[in-house]
T-cell receptor, first 111, second 118 residues
């Protein structure tokens, strides 16, 4: 079993829809939770960074962490065609340690 | 904000030759940098941790003699793929942590290097 599971999709939604992206994990030591967006042929770009459980909001993006369920989510409101990309979750047990990545979910937002 | 620059973005080389990829932290110092490899439609696979002034730490299964890492300064790490073979063709990405106060030190990534070995 992988340490981090992420549905690869692909996920296709109409413009303006709310998108929900999720990862589950098995290592209870993970405390730092990140979401990255990766456009084709580019490096990952940090979207959200969360420590421990709870919610964090930044513009149209909301990250949720439920450590009791070992489940993290990224919500995108009012999705735009420019949001079309691969979204990777990344988890770490320390602030300085290695991050373990999900396989990424490919999202397409259709105009 | 933090920027990690990677060069070249794309390189094509012949089998048996060596290729050097540079990773620079442009506005912060990075004592540690990470090198990843990414296959099409797959996630990032950590290859090694590059430590400034000391030897790199390689992940299990990664050949240290094939993937030479040098972290000679606080802003530069290099990955050299030696005696490249077609199976080394991949997308190589570096990352570094920004430890400046208030930055929460997440990983920032370069834009990657697409290596094609013919």
């Amino acid at each position: 079993q992988k340490e981090v599971e992420q549905d690869p999709g692909p996920l296709s939604v109409p413009e303006g829809a709310i998108v929900s992206l999720n990862c589950t994990y098995s290592n209870s030591a993970f405390q730092y939770f990140m979401w990255y967006r990766q456009y084709s042929r580019k490096g990952p770009e940090l979207l959200m960074y969360t420590y421990s459980s709870g919610n964090k909001e930044d513009g149209r993006f909301t990250a949720q962490v439920d450590k009791s369920s070992k489940y993290i989510s990224l919500f995108i409101r009012d999705s735009q065609p420019s949001d079309s990309a691969t979204y990777l979750c990344a988890l770490s047990d320390t602030n300085a340690g290695k991050s373990t990545f999900g396989d990424g979910t490919t999202l397409t937002v259709k105009p | 904000g933090a920027v990690v620059s990677q060069h070249p973005s794309r390189v094509i080389c012949k089998s048996g030759t060596s290729v050097k990829i540079e990773c620079r932290s442009l506005d912060f110092q990075a004592t540690t940098m990470f090198w990843y490899r990414q296959f099409p439609k797959k996630s990032l696979m950590l290859m090694a941790t590059s430590n400034e002034g000391s030897k790199a730490t390689y992940e299990q299964g990664v050949e240290k003699d094939k993937f030479l890492i040098n972290h000679a300064s606080l802003t530069l790490s290099t990955l050299t793929v030696t005696s490249a073979h077609p199976e080394d063709s991949s997308f190589y990405i570096c990352s570094a942590r920004d430890w400046r106060p208030g930055r929460n030190s997440p990983l920032h990534f370069g834009n990657g290097t697409r290596l094609t070995v013919t």
